[in-house]
């Protein structure tokens, strides 16, 4: 799985896409959720009837068909981009997004057995529009913050310390034992012994570890030496 992942952003890097995918896809599911809400509260607060029950369903409903795949590139730039790593934003949109599902399931169920605008929908129809805020707001933090950024940096160096797990700590564990060697006095130095390395260790193609990837290891280590550095201080 996470093999194909890898595959499919490479074709896109080839064309020229670098971005996640994810985030275009939310703008569907969001407007519908919206779209719902905003109605819903009109016609409740005025006492009249903006659209038939039906439509309310029909739009429910595919807010919800649309939530699976965006939920699904939602993970796939997670895995592509954040190395699987589950740093505070994440876990709030992984929470978010199951509430959000569970939900628009409500909401779907409570809209067929309601003939029009009731407070209990418009109250269904809020959550969906708060769990949905609550998302673009965490989601937007993780696009928005660049390098340098707290939030950046932090997932950065859980990215690169769960790469250096899978690769690297069976030989070096914690990496206490290679903090300090000239291979880490720059990127591009690190970066060719990884490739053609010496003694017993072995080498790491770019299939392996690409060229990304091997940054965030270089980061990871070169940040948890300056920890070091500062502890003995």
């Not at 707290?150 to 690169?160: E, I, N």
């Not at 010496?198 to 060229?211: C, G, L």
Request: charged content about 15%; proline content about 6%; overall charge positive.
């Amino acid at each position: 799985m996470i093999g194909m992942i890898d595959l499919l952003y490479q074709l896109l890097e080839e064309i020229g896409y670098t971005h996640p995918i994810h985030p275009p896809l939310t703008h569907i599911p969001m407007g519908l959720v919206i779209g719902v809400f905003i109605f819903a509260l009109v016609a409740v607060l005025f006492r009249r009837t903006i659209l038939p029950q039906l439509a309310y369903n029909r739009i429910i409903l595919l807010a919800l068909i649309f939530s699976f795949p965006t939920i699904l590139l939602g993970y796939m730039d997670w895995q592509y981009f954040y190395e699987g790593t589950w740093s505070f934003p994440i876990k709030i949109k992984a929470a978010m997004s199951g509430a959000l599902l569970i939900l628009l399931f409500i909401a779907l169920v409570t809209g067929r057995k309601a003939k029009a605008e009731t407070r209990r929908t418009l109250t269904i129809y809020s959550l969906c529009f708060l769990t949905m805020t609550i998302l673009g707001y965490f989601g937007g933090q993780l696009i928005i913050e660049g390098e340098g950024k707290p939030q950046a940096a932090t997932v950065r160096f859980l990215s690169g310390e769960k790469l250096f797990a899978v690769n690297c700590n069976d030989c070096h564990p914690g990496g206490s034992d290679i903090l300090n060697p000239p291979q880490l006095t720059n990127f591009n130095t690190f970066l060719a012994y990884l490739r053609n390395p010496r003694r017993a260790m072995p080498s790491f193609p770019p299939e392996k570890i690409s060229e990304k990837q091997a940054r965030k290891v270089y980061d990871y280590l070169t940040k948890l030496r300056e920890k070091q550095k500062a502890s003995r201080n």
